[in-house]
């Protein structure tokens, strides 16, 4: 047994050097041109990641239509036997892809990546790829509507694998062929099974085809080893299954310590390794309880999240790993433990930050709205479901699948029971949700925990029925209990003091009004622990062509950051007050200004102690005990002209500022 276990750790030990050559991932973004077919002439060379509605996208004539992107470029070295495969992370919404006029194939799907084999048609020079791209509305594909924007292009990366014979294979749903699958984990002892798929294997290597495990810590100490010959037949590849156990786990245990591991699958014929893949994956647990909400490795945990959308100004979803890592540095400075990545599939390179950073992470589908009955479209839509389950498995970060949002229309039931049956199927440890604004609606009863998109002080109400809306929901046969959606629109160039709503629909969206119902719906949210989580809507403003209303046409402006992530809001800052355990101290309001007799409250968030304002000199007292850290002073004598404000907070004998100058007019 001794000499076994020394064979193994030699043979792993050489794992990366031996295989290193057997597998390359080629970037292909370069050197492509580009015309949208409603303008063959307009001919444009570009750079991948490419979006054509980056400039049109808020407005509601944007192009959605036909674009034809082409590349010519000489065959990758390749040894005797080398496969060569092209990989898209994402088109919007259609793509035929042709290599030297023959078709490899047509994705229906915005969101997820794609794989397609071209061995057989590369010559050593001069090939010719073309992808047709589409972006029009299709009643066999979701979305079919949505309050977003469905920008179009080849909008993630694309690249060549050059690829062994008998490879792990990129063709199951375009998922990396490897699949962690944790079977238990807690502070003492984890076991996951290993599946990986293999393309290209033939009967006459029957015995000879191994699989060797390695699984490595944070500082590269190897935790675990092992190999296995178990093959089967698996989704029409060859599987190899093996189980590994670690004692003593570094749990991702979210924000506190998202501990990640890398594993590493070497594929051997005979005693030569031919294939190699990498994944980072963790080891934790989720529950989620109708009264106790949602724990973490047996801790009580609950969402206080955000909700995401990917796109930004002048260039639609075709952002870069900057502005991803921007945005999610953004989503730690508030606080937040959680993400909803609405409302469809994004970048790996995301979800691997999600990893990384320890946010608990809602990942969906984009069945939004309307669900025709057809088997069209229930077909893709079952395909879009399959890719985001497999090309997402080993993220520990994800702990649902969400199948709907705000969905209606004759087939909606059907077609949801059969998503929540494939979810299942694919991945029995992890949840399914949906994210329903009919509190009646029959489909709230399919997935296993339930959330809800509410917006009282925004489209109905006062922002206190809040609590109204929540136990409403509360209800001893339904399941747990989420926010998936609340929040209000704000402009920082529209301010005011407010007593009611303002009309959704209208232009002006004062930053205080929206800042007061984030400030009056969390006190709610926060009285409820069996809450399991809680998601504002939205993170930043984001592109909807539809919409004419705010400062901004063409905008959903409920964001806390503004579209170019330039300026947060002040509802911003409620959040880092209350969600962030850094000291900060921010006055509210400082774009109110001028200002008249109607707005002499100031406002200020703040999670120290001893806090006062100094206004023109003078110290000031708060009135009353804070509201989820919200200070108010009413009796300020205010002066005609500029009055200089300046808040001190005091934490852990260590005193922090905010200052501001704003004028008042009588």
Known sequence: MKKILLVLALVLSQLPALASAGRR???????????????????????????????????????????????????????????????????????????????????????????????????????????????????????INADFTMFGGIYRPVSLLVLPKVNITPLDYASPGVYFEQLDADDKSARAAVKVLVDGFSEKQSGHLSLYTELADADGNIVARSSSRDKMTHNGFTAIADTIGVANPQLWDGRRSPSLYTLTVALADGDRIIDEVKQTVGFRTVTVDREKGLSLNGRPNNIRGVNRHQDRPGKGWAISEADHREDMELIKEIGANGIRLAHYPHAQYFYDLCDREGMLVWAEIPFVEQAPDTEEFAASTRSQLIELIRQNYNHPSIFCWSLFNELGGDGAEKIVTELNDIA?????????????????????????????????????????????????KHRPDKQPLAISEYGAGASIRHHGVLTEHPEPGGEYHPEEWQATVHEINYREIDKRDFVWGTFVWNMFDFASAGRTEGDTHGMNDKGLVTYDRSTPKDAFYFYKANWNPEPMVHIAAKRFSPRGEDARQVKVYTNCDGIYLIHNGVRYYPDGNPQAHVYTWDNIPWKEGDNRFTAHATRDGRTIYDNCVITYKK
Request: proline share 7%; charged share 20%; glycine share 8%.
């Open 424 to 472: 299942h199927r694919e991945d029995p440890h992890r949840y399914t949700t949906g994210a329903s604004n009919n509190d009646n609606s029959p489909l709230n009863d399919i997935p296993d925990i339930m959330a809800y998109n509410t917006y009282p002080g925004w489209y109905w109400a006062d922002p206190a029925t809040m609590q109204y809306a929540i136990d409403w």
């Open 25 to 143: 991932a080629l970037p292909f973004n370069d050197g492509w041109s580009f015309y949208k077919v409603s303008a063959p002439g307009e001919v444009a060379e570009v750079t991948l990641p490419h979006c054509y509605n980056g400039v049109d996208g808020t407005r509601p004539d944007y192009y959605r239509g036909e674009a034809v992107y082409t590349k010519t470029f000489d065959a990758p070295a390749t040894a005797k036997g080398e496969r060569v495969f092209v990989r898209f992370e994402a088109v919007g919404f259609q793509a035929t892809v042709k290599v030297n006029g023959v078709e490899l194939g047509h994705h229906k799907g915005g969101f997820t990546a794609f794989c397609y084999e071209l061995t057989d048609l590369l010559r050593p020079e001069g090939n010719v790829m073309e992808v047709t791209v589409d972006n029009r509305k299709d009643m066999t594909l979701a979305p």
